[in-house]
């Protein structure tokens, strides 16, 4: 069975994590960021 370095499982895993919101997988560091903080005050406003 072949190993995974850490590098190859960040990739898989950012692969996944983006299939699961939807969002394309060549996203710029800056709109990762902008959606994960949009997000998070979407969320926010659901618990008050």
Known sequence: MAR???TD?????D????????W???LT???L?????ALN???AA???
């Open 41 to 43: 005050h979407q969320r």
């Open 15 to 22: 692969r996944a994590v983006f299939a699961a919101y939807n």
């Open 29 to 31: 560091d800056q709109y």
């Open 33 to 37: 960021l902008a959606s994960l903080l």
């Open 46 to 48: 659901i618990k008050k």
């Open 4 to 6: 995974l370095s850490i």
């Open 9 to 13: 499982a960040h990739r898989t895993l």
């Open 24 to 26: 394309p997988p060549d």
